[in-house]
Nanobody, 121 residues
Framework: QVQLVESGGGLVQAGGSLRLSCAASKRTISSYTMGWFRQAPGKEREFVARHWSGGRTYYADSVKGRFTISRDNAKNTVWLQMNSLKSEDTAVYYC???????????????WGQGTQVTVSS
């Protein structure tokens, strides 16, 4: 089973940028859909972005135009570039894998432990 480890979170001022990384190990992620989710205090976990194996990407309306998901299958790594950060982006961010090449749901199979992103206003 795949293991996912996120990194790159931290404290940033509003308007700033952060780049989150998700390193996968134990097997390749190349055939599967990779996603980023986030959970703010007192709120439910929400979808942020996903990247199909074939390259197509999708974003939540709240981050469209500011966040970019990318992946390098050779490095078994997924990134989330976050620009123009807002205080409402503050959350724990999770990397996840769905066992489908073109998965569009939110029931992912494997999850990382999360990385905290705090945006100060």
């Amino acid at each position: 089973q795949v293991q996912l480890v996120e990194s790159g979170g931290g404290l940033v001022q509003a308007g700033g940028s952060l780049r989150l990384s998700c390193a996968a190990s134990k097997r390749t992620i190349s055939s599967y859909t990779m996603g980023w989710f986030r959970q703010a205090p007192g709120k439910e976990r929400e979808f942020v972005a996903r990247h199909w194996s074939g390259g197509r990407t999708y974003y939540a309306d709240s981050v469209k135009g500011r966040f970019t998901i990318s992946r390098d299958n050779a490095k078994n790594t997924v990134w989330l570039q976050m620009n123009s950060l807002k205080s409402e982006d503050t959350a724990v961010y999770y990397c996840a894998e769905a066992l489908g090449t073109y998965y569009s749901g939110t029931s992912y199979n494997y999850w990382g432990q999360g990385t905290q992103v705090t945006v100060s206003s």
